[in-house]
């Protein structure tokens, strides 16, 4: 039990790594917090600071949420690795080293999905590029890869066999990503919602 909790208490500690505000501070001599929607996530240090940093912070947040997800594997724990998965998107949402002021939860979501079904983040990934690409919105982008994403959990289950672990983590981290986005979808109706420039 005791080495559980310390798995678990890890998951979180990497998910509350602040990629965004380290490599703002250390690379741009920039807080993003203090820009844009005040958010660390991708989205708003490629606002902030550009390609390069979006994608540095983006990569480095799914790969929290893939090593957290392992950490059950790589020290013999019996637990899903789905559990510590979540609770390091718990932590990259609200992060201990960073005020408890994170991000949306949609990379280290896929992060934890890249390594516990590989094959339902590829197709995410897909679904969000696709409409990255259709619409150059990032908030209906990620909204849409959950909503994907829990499609693809419950097609597979009548298909071939159900996850019930699985479908569950989906559907709550679908449903956070989304309820994390509510605020996006009010400007997105109202068309005042920031595009990307870069696709």
Not at 93 to 99: E, L
Not at 100 to 128: D, E
Not at 134 to 162: H, N
Not at 182 to 192: D, E, F, G, M
Request: glycine residues 10%; positive net charge.
């Amino acid at each position: 039990m005791v080495q559980i909790i310390l798995v678990l208490i890890l998951a979180y500690l990497l998910g509350s790594i602040p990629s965004g505000l380290i490599i703002g501070k250390v690379f741009y001599k920039t807080d993003i917090r203090e820009h844009g929607s005040g958010n660390l996530g991708g989205t708003n240090t490629f606002r902030t600071l550009g390609v390069k940093a979006g994608l540095a912070v983006t990569l480095a947040d799914i790969l929290k949420g893939t090593l957290a997800a392992s950490l059950p594997v790589l020290f013999s724990i019996d637990i899903n690795p789905l559990l510590a998965g979540v609770v390091a998107v718990v932590g990259h949402t609200y992060p201990i080293f960073a005020g408890f002021r994170g991000g949306k939860a949609v990379a280290t979501s896929g992060g934890v999905l890249m390594f516990c079904a590989p094959l339902l983040f590829l197709t995410v990934l897909l679904a969000f590029f696709i409409s990255l690409y259709i619409t150059k919105y990032v908030s209906l982008s990620s909204m849409i890869a959950g909503i994907t994403a829990i499609l693809f959990a419950l097609i597979s289950g009548f298909v071939r066999e159900w996850d019930i672990p699985l479908l569950i983590v989906v559907f709550i981290l679908a449903s956070f990503v989304i309820y994390r986005h509510r605020a996006n979808i009010s400007r997105i109706i109202n068309k005042t919602e920031p595009k990307i420039k870069w696709l």
